[in-house]
Nanobody
């Protein structure tokens, strides 16, 4: 059984930082591209960042470029999202996802095979 468990969410003031982590189990982690998505209240799910199997390729949404950094540790089967300079519009539930097929870092949600339950990030103004 594949499990993706996110952690690290919380409440932070605008301009602050949070570090999300996603722990994966039940899969050969190094063979999966990993992504982060988010869903704000009343909005569609949107792509945030993705990283290839080896970590050599990273992909970011324009809205988070320069503020967020995705990384992975294949030895620990974890993927992280370092979020700096947070804005109120970053408030959302953040989801970790795993894609078995891609050799790159896909931004399209439908290609991902497994999803976590999400962690809430709230940025106050």
């Amino acid at each position: 059984q594949v499990l993706l468990v996110e952690s690290g969410g919380g409440l932070v003031q605008a301009g602050g930082s949070l570090r999300l982590s996603c722990a994966a189990s039940g899969l050969t982690f190094s063979t999966f591209a990993m992504g982060w998505f988010r869903r704000a209240p009343g909005k569609e799910r949107e792509f945030v960042a993705a990283i290839s199997r080896t970590g050599n390729t990273k992909n970011y949404a324009d809205s988070v470029k320069g503020r967020f950094t995705i990384s992975r540790d294949n030895a620990k089967s974890t993927v992280q999202l370092q979020m700096n300079s947070l804005k109120p519009e970053d408030t959302a539930v953040y989801y970790c996802a795993a894609d078995r097929a891609s050799s790159i870092a896909p931004s399209t949600a439908r290609v991902y095979d497994y999803w976590g339950q999400g962690t809430q990030v709230t940025v106050s103004s």
